[in-house]
């Protein structure tokens, strides 16, 4: 069993093999605009599960899961070339939802910033009126 400092040293070195691969192995139209964002690695160095982000609408993100299942093979045998463990671990693809809950969170701020507007609006008005019928 390995540490978990050796599996993160061995997921970033996949990460970047696997962006190289795509870039530079694999000739699939589908994968051309795949950006692969993380990779992790299993402490007994067996399974890799890449994590990637694709632009475009739905059916760019199934056609790139489709080029990667295809590719996964070529991908793996280049993984196998370049790090030094013994066995060559799985590859496994999975789309990363991070950009897509960043645009949700970022949609949740701008309204909780504009409602944050109007209450000190509120609070500006109040303020200005209890203090004319204070006088």
Request: proline share 2%.
């Amino acid at each position: 069993m390995a540490d978990s400092a050796r599996a993160a040293k061995l997921a970033q070195r996949i990460k970047v093999v696997v962006a190289e691969g795509l870039r530079s192995r694999v000739k699939d139209p589908r994968v051309e605009g795949i950006t692969v964002t993380d990779a992790r690695v299993t402490n007994d160095l067996q399974h890799a599960t890449v994590y990637y982000t694709v632009l475009g609408d739905e059916t760019a993100q199934s056609d790139a899961k489709t080029g990667l299942e295809r590719a996964k093979g070529v991908l793996r045998a280049e993984v196998g070339r370049n790090i030094t463990v013994r066995l060559t671990p799985t590859l496994e693809f999975v789309a990363d939802e991070i950009p897509v809950n960043a645009s949700n969170l970022e949609a949740l701020l701008r309204v909780a910033k504009e409602r944050d507007a109007k209450l000190a609006h509120l609070a500006r008005r109040a303020a200005r009126c209890s203090r004319a019928t204070a006088r």
